[in-house]
Nanobody, 128 residues
Framework: QVQLVESGGGLVQAGGSLRLSCAASGRIFGLYAIGWFRQAPGKEREFVAAISWGGDRTYYAESRKDRLGISKDNAKNTVNLQINSLKPEDSAVYYC?????????????????????WGPGTQVTVSS
């Protein structure tokens, strides 16, 4: 089993920045990638960014890649997501997820079905 816990969410004004963190524990040595997704009320969960467990490959949602930065702290087994120039439409619950099967290698890093483990999420609210 893999446990994931997100942190760093909160209330921020439009134009501001947030740094979300995902701490992984448990059977992490078999992981292939960590992904970040978000879900707003009444909407489907959507891909934000992903990083290989080794930290050498990164992937971003095309429409937001200029405002995002994903990185991995190997010493802490933590994946960080930097979001800049926040907009009210970025308000959502942000989830991190772990891929233990290597599904992202087939290019499906954006697919929720590629991830078996999920954290409880952290709320991000952007005020206008």
């Amino acid at each position: 089993q893999v446990q994931l816990v997100e942190s760093g969410g909160g209330l921020v004004q439009a134009g501001g920045s947030l740094r979300l963190s995902c701490a992984a524990s448990g059977r992490i040595f078999g992981l292939y990638a960590i992904g970040w997704f978000r879900q707003a009320p009444g909407k489907e969960r959507e891909f934000v960014a992903a990083i290989s467990w080794g930290g050498d490959r990164t992937y971003y949602a095309e429409s937001r890649k200029d405002r995002l930065g994903i990185s991995k702290d190997n010493a802490k087994n933590t994946v960080n997501l930097q979001i800049n120039s926040l907009k009210p439409e970025d308000s959502a619950v942000y989830y991190c997820a772990a891929d233990p099967r290597g599904s992202y290698l087939g290019g499906r890093y954006y697919d929720t079905q590629s991830y078996d483990y999920w954290g409880p999420g952290t709320q991000v609210t952007v005020s206008s």
